[in-house]
């Protein structure tokens, strides 16, 4: 933590991005974790031009691996661009540094398996999206499919809409629940979904299956990287 | 409609921006509309140059106003900056341009009062932000206060969060429930709010009190041009 003139505590939250990320993985938590003042909220890629979601939505970095210091919480979010994330040796080589220091680690949906592939979930439990939660195994962790899974200062969500929730259990840690309960006020977040096909509970099984045959080839790309990295980088015998 | 090459029917999205917008009301949907191959979806701003966020994140227009054709959905965010939007006058001669031919007309937030300060609201059936929805009829709607409320081809989102419940809510009427619980399942839109402060009705009455105490200043700004507007651009007589 940094201390600004007021001496008031200032909690630095560093967000790595990458191409083809889920925007919404990162910007429902950006969104939550910016209404507290004592919380300062960086982008972070290799350099301080754009990077493009998956979707084609346009994020700008506010600082770059190399100038900015070790954060108090780092933050990985999800998206298909996470299989290239994994092997961004300098990309891991900041997640792996900033880990080390933080007070929280965290991620949305697929971004913990960016956390696994820097070595950081190793016996720890954690959960992503709903269709990979089961390789962060191949990566030492525990996988659970919970909403918001915390195993001392590691805090995942699951897939993408699961940040919100997310970010008001971390607002809750790093400040208050009376802080937390404010935000969820300020932003309206009593949800009401049109239809209930937002978990593969309760989602109709053929929409399910569809919905993994469809990511197959991406699903099998992951799982052959993950083992990879858990066999060669992490050196786990599985 | 326009019609690509492949002679599928493309659906245009034009979502405006304005500098302190509430990102979240527009990062939500603009993930929802996203995901199904037809929909396009374009930020629009006077100029090409990015707009900041309250709470300082880019956001980066991909078309301007002058430039951009009628879209077929027609999305208004909110955030504090609504108050200047209202205002602008090249803005709101878009919002109404584009109303004129949009199949839908919509908003998240207080998006709806730029929506009823260009006159699009006049009789009808409107929501927004807990803090605000009362005003809407200063400028001849009828505040309702639901999550999303329909009333012909305008479809409004209350606060902040409930622009993921209103974007699948938009994407069943613009393509089919069928879609839109696909991407339910594909954003595990399956929320569970750590806390049950998201509504006036279930957070505690002092922090409900706190919160209007605290954006007592806003609101008054708001109602103010709101009666101004209502009174002087629509002619209404209240």
Not at 113 to 132: D, E
Request: hydrophobic letters at 40%; proline letters at 6%.
């Amino acid at each position: 933590m940094q201390e600004n003139s007021n001496n008031e505590r200032k909690i630095r939250v560093g967000m790595v991005l990458f191409p083809n990320l889920t925007q919404l993985d990162l910007t429902g938590p950006h969104e939550v974790l910016s209404f507290p003042p004592p919380i300062e909220v960086d982008l972070l890629w290799h350099r301080l031009e754009p990077v493009t979601s998956i979707s084609g939505f346009v994020l700008t970095p506010t600082a770059t691996f190399d100038d900015y210091d070790a954060p108090d919480v780092l933050f990985i979010p999800g998206g298909p661009g996470q299989l290239q994330a994994m092997d961004d040796e300098k990309l891991i080589a900041f997640v792996k540094r900033a880990g080390e220091s933080a007070e929280f680690i965290t991620s949305v949906c697929t971004g913990s398996l960016v956390l696994a592939a820097a070595g950081l979930l190793i016996g720890k439990r954690a959960t992503s999206h709903w269709s990979v939660v089961d390789q962060l195994a191949l990566m030492g962790a525990e996988p659970v499919r919970e909403r918001v899974v915390e195993d001392g200062n590691i805090i995942t969500g699951a897939g993408v809409t699961a940040g919100i929730d997310f970010a008001l259990t971390l607002v809750a840690r790093l400040i208050s629940e009376d802080v937390a309960k404010n935000i969820q006020l300020g932003i309206e977040y009593d949800p009401d979904p049109p239809f209930n096909s937002g978990s593969i509970e309760t989602a109709d099984p053929d929409r399910v299956e569809l919905q993994k045959e469809r990511g197959a080839d991406l699903a099998e790309k992951r799982r052959t990287a993950a083992e990879r990295i858990g066999r060669e980088r992490l050196g786990l015998k599985l």
